[in-house]
């Protein structure tokens, strides 16, 4: 889900506007002479075969269907809008997402691009774990130079209702884990993404650690490999499907379910979307 908003929001902030040619005194205005418009919205709609969000399987492997709406302005100001399934046992019993995202885009150079901004993880189901809210609220910085994005998040809260008074001092196989907050927990990931020679396809490479203060028990590292292709059905414009293979080395003794599942074992993961 975050992979789609940062390709998104890279693509409609980086878009340059065509300049506008003079007109005959004497000709008419046409729709063609007006100014472009500062502001521009994009939306996202799509079937995946699982939510993983850094490589952790929040659908369970059943399915997601995810849908976001996008605002930027030639300023580089952007914010966002987005949601998906979650499977009950991923969160607490919660089983939607909501996704609230913004910021500021700036060219640092003629090909670097500084991004800061912010991103809500809501859950309008409001199940909590011994009393302590999933919601999360991150900052984030990020670099575009190229082809390639490194990007930094840190969570200005407890990490979805990581805390003592939910977990507190328990053994998690060879680890114990801490008694206190998770707040300044971090994310910092690479990503790059371009076009291959053959068949139109793109290809999609990430690498990413997640750090959750006081609990390091729940620290991994996550790595994907994946393609992709941009294709129209008929006259309909804006699709793209793309596979890949998602490995993580997260604890299988912190991030696995009651009945069993592992939601950090190693995936292929598949998608379809369109934007219009």
């Not at 609230?100 to 691009?113: K, P, Q």
């Not at 130079?145 to 200005?156: P, V």
């Not at 599942?261 to 995936?267: L, R, S, V």
């Amino acid at each position: 889900m975050r992979t789609s908003v940062k390709i998104l929001l890279t693509c409609g902030l980086l878009g340059s506007l065509s300049a506008m040619h003079a007109m005959a005194e004497e000709a008419p205005a046409t729709v063609q002479d007006m100014p472009a418009s500062p502001h521009h919205i994009t939306t996202n709609f799509g079937f995946y075969s699982d939510y993983l969000f850094r490589g952790i399987s929040y659908a369970r492997g059943r399915g997601a269907i995810q849908a976001f709406i996008d605002y930027s302005h030639e300023s580089g100001l952007f914010l966002g809008l987005g949601a998906t399934n979650v499977h009950k046992d991923a969160i607490y019993g919660n089983t939607l997402e909501v996704d609230i995202y913004g910021g500021y885009s700036h060219a640092l150079t003629e090909e670097l691009v500084g991004t800061a901004g912010f991103l809500q993880f809501y859950y309008p189901d409001n199940e909590k774990i011994a009393g302590q809210s999933a919601n999360v609220t991150e900052l984030n910085l990020a670099l575009d130079y190229r082809h390639f994005t490194l990007k930094y998040s840190y969570s200005l809260t407890d990490w979805f209702g990581v805390n003592g008074k939910s977990y507190g001092n328990t053994l998690i196989g060879n680890h114990m884990t801490g008694d206190s907050d998770s707040k300044g927990s971090s994310y910092v990931e690479l990503n790059y993404n371009n076009a291959l020679p053959w068949y139109e396809l793109n290809v999609s490479l990430h690498v990413g650690h997640q750090a959750v203060k006081n609990y390091s028990v729940a620290d991994y590292t996550d790595v994907s490999v994946g393609v992709n292709r941009d294709f129209a059905i008929a006259d309909s414009k804006g699709w793209n499907a793309g596979v890949s293979y998602v490995y993580t080395d997260a604890n299988d003794d912190w991030y696995v379910t009651s009945s069993g599942y592992k939601t950090g074992d190693n995936k292929f993961f598949g998608y379809i979307k369109r934007t219009f």
